[in-house]
């Protein structure tokens, strides 16, 4: 079997990577086609080399453009490359542009697109990523929601065949890695953080970031944070932060220490450190809860709701107040923050990868691994 992989974010990396490692395990040299949505060596190559992924066939540098400027473009090059290649299955995994552009290409040249991820909705359609999870799925021959929450996502839209919960690649990753940056990252002491004693940032996300209220609004909530504070930078929300002007006020924030975005071995070692996370990421949602550090999310709505179920993650969106009240109460309540630091991981064992490679090759043994008329 010949499987292509298509992949072009950070997180793609990231949660890709176990699958690439399942497939070599069972001798099968998967091809792997990097967009180049992102492009910098920190978004980037620094993954490629931390999770040892063998050498990229191909690299489309797409970068970046207007949404239909990407996904057009990156849609034409991987259409070339699978014109050339003809594999017998072509993997995306989560919810960005480079999958929407990599599902069409290849469902339209007759080969079977499998989803890894499906099945996640935030029923916000105003998302960009919400409109490529919906498509990439229903272009898809093989889904792989990974909670039985996503399955029934898929099943009330009707796709219902060749659907298999397997859990999320993010906790392979998580495994597969957590030890290694143990060992070898020195972000803590590069940083000087304390273990539990900071709070960890991210975001990135284009509806806080692109408009100057809701990133002022930002601002305001890292002005008031009661301890100490990391935040890795995505490139998109430095540019807007300096675009309009907000760049010198969140750098003259005290507590707040802003570095460039971070490899996976430092942001591991720091997130699991961390007293808790505040973020509107969504693998981040995901590796908290697995983690054990508690989740604020910088959103008012999310496609992983069972995080929120399971207590761990809470919807605080750009609130001060309410962000504020939480972080305080976590601050003096231990049980509160025991409670949330202790909720179960809904994301299943590790195995994702393994099982991912193993049900697509049975497939494509019993021939089964093909675009239905
Ligand atoms: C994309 C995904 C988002 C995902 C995120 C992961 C879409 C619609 N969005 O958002 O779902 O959560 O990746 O991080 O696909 N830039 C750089 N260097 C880079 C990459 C980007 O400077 O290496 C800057 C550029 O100014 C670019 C901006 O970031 O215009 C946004 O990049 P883009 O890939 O369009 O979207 P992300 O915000 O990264
Ligand atoms: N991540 C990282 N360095 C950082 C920030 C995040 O390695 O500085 C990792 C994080 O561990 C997670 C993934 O990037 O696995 C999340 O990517 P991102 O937040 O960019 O995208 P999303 O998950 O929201 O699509």
Redesign the pocket.
Known sequence: MKPALVFG???EIIKLAPVVRAFLEMGIKPLLIHTG????YE??RIFLEELELPPIDYHLEVG??T?AE?TGKAMVKIEKVLMDERPDVTLVQ?????VLAGALASVKLKIPVAHVEAGLRSFDRTM??EI?RILADHASEVLFPPTDEARKNLEREGITENVYVVGNTIVDAVLQNSLVAEKKSDVLERLGMKPKEYILITA???ENTDSRENLTRLVEILESLPMMAVYPI???TE?RLKRFGLWERVTAIENLVITKPLGYLDFLRLEKNAFAVMTD??GVQEETIILDVPCLTLRYNTERPETVKAGGNILVGLERERVLHYLQKLIEDRDFYEKMAKAPNPFGDGKAGERIAKILLELYEKGELKVKS
Do not use: L
């Open positions: 974010t950070r997180p949505q992102h492009y910098d978004m980037s970046s453009g949404q990407q989560g919810d960005t542009n480079t960009p990523e490529n990135h996300r284009a995505h490139p998109r540019g990421s969504g």
